[in-house]
């Protein structure tokens, strides 16, 4: 059964056997993703809350907002994901001479894993419309990687320095913007009484 702390001292014991260890300690935790949720607590905004965090290993609680994107990156350390709740799409890029392409997608619901290797590029698409929710664990500081990362601009794809700053405000935006949307489709109040059909006496 999941429990928070008893997680992280795995993963800190398990950190230096490398990524499959890890992987078998996130894979164990989502195979209850309503577990998790209930130890981790249910998502009041989206956003990266950190768990954990050292020179060689990072956790991180992922929430993505709904429909949101996150431009490709890399993050110069191998990292495990495992969901929770909802669904994470991934799209895997790689370099060409000049920029990147595309070249794999996979699609995690609850209760799968990805291993990414320390030179993978990826974006993240959540493509529900509610939170979907993950367990990063990362081989490494994420928020200050030893060697600088990179991220890619979604529309040009043009490779720039990443910026941690840039990526929070990406989940706050997303949300505002889901919210936004909330209200905007609060406002038509539906019909009281359903159309009533005119009998031809009436026409
Ligand atoms: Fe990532």
Redesign the pocket.
Known sequence: MFDKDRFIHECMDAVAEGQAAIREIVAEAVSDGARVMSELGEPQHAGITPIYRSPDLTIINFVWAPCMS?MP???QMF?V?GIYSGREDNVFWRRTETTIEAAGARSLGVGAVAT?GRDVI?S?LNPIGKMTCAI?VYGGDFFEPAEPRSEWDHETLIERSWNIDRVKSLFREAEARFNATKQSSNQFQPMQEPPRVLRSAEL
């Open positions: 996150l990156h890399n993050h990292s994901i990414l990826h993240v990063h």
